[in-house]
């Protein structure tokens, strides 16, 4: 089965919106083990619409289009669509006055604009919008299905998970059960797994090595479970304690997961990343359970008024320093009372460096109330946003390693 993915936006094509659309669209159909085969994205263009629409259409057994719905003059997407299978537009009086309802609930006029989105393709199934005005469009066409999506990523979530979804489960039944699972790992280099995998593997049915910043998701797929296991136990063995978890339970998700669970409490002193750490970890839903707060000490006297790092050693080792680092964390620890404290300083660039601390230096600390403060120095390569997340993940890892201090493998 043949599934394409079509991105309308003359914005998400010049660079300006990044497409969270189709992660989140391949990464649902991978949950019900259908697999996009096509994607495209192109511009605002209704003839190009058409073209690609046609093109994509003689080799499609299901087409998804993402973007051109809404009420402005550069939405073509339905239009476009349309003309292509020599369909015509009605007019749905219903959804017309869920349009109107829309914005009187929101005590706003409509403007006449909105009134097109009234407009359906012929024979269409309307899935209404739960977050804005324009809804999903679903038809048969001959033998394809076509799927039309506002851009909007959270309307896209939003008529996914109420009806979107379940059309497709309904229509596309899959007769053979697939397995799935995803093995999470920090600081693994992709290769190296991969060719220290291969002299040990029983096969590959479906293995996917997926790099991010930092950290390494590992997706395996089969219709064999117990495929599925023994190669899971197989790089679990390889990874040891680089292992973090499985499927859900990422870098993050583990530390917020085993925090809980210990009831222990965490707090962080931020220079290089500006708060980013602590953003990052109240991003999680209960995590005021365990975050009791963080410092962002940018300056050397921030870090002496509120951090009370020495001037001695400020001035024998500097600001980016593993033992200036190591100060910042047990001081934030003593004034949070906390039972962790993590600490970053670094050069995240594009100046600042010197030649024994280049840009992309970065000391991290870790203080526990009942074990010696342990400390790390990186020399990081990238732009200064690379460094800044590479600085969050390490020190997020220095963490992890501290709350397990061996990774165990379970089925």
Same mark, same amino acid.
Request: hydrophobic fraction near 35%.
């Given at each position: 089965?043949?599934?394409?993915?079509?991105?309308?936006?003359?914005?998400?094509?010049?660079?300006?919106?990044?497409?969270?659309?189709?992660?989140?669209?391949?990464?649902?159909?991978?949950?019900?083990?259908?697999?996009?085969?096509?994607?495209?994205?192109?511009?605002?263009?209704?003839?190009?619409?058409?073209?690609?629409?046609?093109?994509?259409?003689?080799?499609?057994?299901?087409?998804?289009?993402?973007?051109?719905?809404?009420?402005?003059?550069?939405?073509?997407?339905?239009?476009?669509?349309?003309?292509?299978?020599?369909?015509?537009?009605?007019?749905?009086?219903?959804?017309?006055?869920?349009?109107?309802?829309?914005?009187?609930?929101?005590?706003?006029?409509?403007?006449?604009?909105?009134?097109?989105?009234?407009?359906?393709?012929?024979?269409?199934?309307?899935?209404?919008?739960?977050?804005?005005?324009?809804?999903?469009?679903?038809?048969?066409? #001959?033998?394809? +299905?076509?799927? @039309? &999506?506002? $851009?909007?990523?959270? *309307?896209? =979530?939003?008529?996914?998970?109420?009806?979107?979804?379940?059309?497709?489960?309904?229509?596309?039944?899959?007769?053979?059960?697939?397995?799935?699972?995803?093995?999470?790992?920090?600081?693994?280099?992709?290769?190296?797994?991969?060719?220290?995998?291969?002299?040990?593997?029983?096969?590959?049915?479906?293995?996917?090595?997926?790099?991010?910043?930092?950290?390494?998701?590992?997706?395996?797929?089969?219709?064999?479970?117990?495929?599925?296991?023994?190669?899971?136990?197989?790089?679990?063995?390889?990874?040891?304690?680089?292992?973090?978890?499985?499927?859900?339970?990422?870098?993050?998700?583990?530390?917020?997961?085993?925090?809980?669970?210990?009831?222990?409490?965490?707090?962080?002193? #931020?220079?290089? +990343?500006?708060? @980013? &750490?602590? $953003?990052?970890?109240? *991003?999680? =839903?209960?995590?005021?359970?365990?975050?009791?707060?963080?410092?962002?000490?940018?300056?050397?006297?921030?870090?002496?008024?509120?951090?009370?790092?020495?001037?001695?050693?400020?001035?024998?080792?500097?600001?980016?320093?593993?033992?200036?680092?190591?100060?910042?964390?047990?001081?934030?620890?003593?004034?949070?009372?906390?039972?962790?404290?993590?600490?970053?300083?670094?050069?995240?660039?594009?100046?600042?460096?010197?030649?024994?601390?280049?840009?992309?230096?970065?000391?991290?600390?870790?203080?526990?109330?009942?074990?010696?403060?342990?400390?790390?120095?990186?020399?990081?390569?990238?732009?200064?946003?690379?460094?800044?997340?590479?600085?969050?993940?390490?020190?997020?890892?220095?963490?992890?390693?501290?709350?397990?201090?061996?990774?165990?493998?379970? *089925?």
């Amino acid at each position: 089965m043949k599934i394409s993915l079509l991105t309308v936006g003359t914005e998400v094509l010049i660079g300006h919106t990044i497409d969270t659309n189709a992660a989140f669209i391949g990464t649902e159909l991978s949950k019900i083990n259908l697999f996009l085969s096509y994607h495209i994205t192109i511009g605002d263009i209704k003839e190009i619409i058409k073209e690609v629409f046609l093109e994509l259409r003689e080799k499609s057994d299901m087409i998804i289009i993402t973007g051109g719905l809404g009420p402005t003059p550069d939405d073509f997407t339905k239009y476009a669509v349309a003309e292509a299978i020599k369909k015509k537009l009605v007019f749905n009086e219903e959804l017309y006055k869920n349009t109107q309802n829309f914005f009187k609930k929101r005590n706003r006029k409509m403007p006449k604009s909105n009134k097109t989105q009234g407009e359906i393709i012929e024979g269409c199934t309307v899935i209404k919008n739960p977050e804005g005005t324009a809804p999903s469009l679903i038809f048969n066409d #001959e033998h394809r +299905t076509i799927i @039309l &999506l506002p $851009g909007v990523p959270r *309307e896209v =979530k939003s008529l996914w998970e109420n009806g979107v979804s379940d059309y497709i489960k309904k229509k596309f039944s899959i007769k053979e059960k697939k397995y799935n699972r995803i093995i999470n790992c920090a600081r693994q280099p992709e290769s190296e797994l991969s060719n220290i995998y291969e002299e040990r593997s029983t096969g590959c049915n479906n293995i996917a090595f997926l790099p991010k910043l930092g950290t390494l998701e590992v997706r395996l797929t089969s219709n064999n479970k117990k495929w599925i296991l023994s190669q899971s136990k197989i790089l679990c063995s390889l990874l040891e304690d680089k292992f973090i978890g499985f499927d859900e339970d990422n870098l993050y998700n583990f530390i917020h997961r085993k925090l809980i669970e210990r009831k222990e409490s965490l707090s962080i002193a #931020e220079s290089c +990343t500006g708060g @980013l &750490l602590g $953003g990052r970890i109240t *991003e999680l =839903k209960g995590s005021s359970s365990y975050f009791k707060g963080g410092i962002i000490a940018y300056s050397n006297d921030a870090k002496r008024k509120l951090l009370k790092v020495s001037d001695k050693l400020l001035e024998k080792y500097g600001a980016v320093s593993v033992e200036v680092a190591e100060e910042m964390a047990k001081s934030c620890m003593k004034k949070f009372n906390s039972d962790y404290a993590l600490a970053i300083t670094g050069i995240a660039g594009p100046d600042g460096g010197s030649s024994d601390k280049p840009v992309g230096t970065v000391c991290i600390a870790i203080a526990c109330a009942d074990m010696k403060t342990i400390s790390e120095r990186h020399f990081f390569k990238g732009s200064r946003a690379v460094i800044r997340e590479l600085a969050i993940v390490y020190s997020l890892d220095l963490l992890r390693k501290k709350l397990c201090s061996k990774a165990r493998y379970k *089925e």
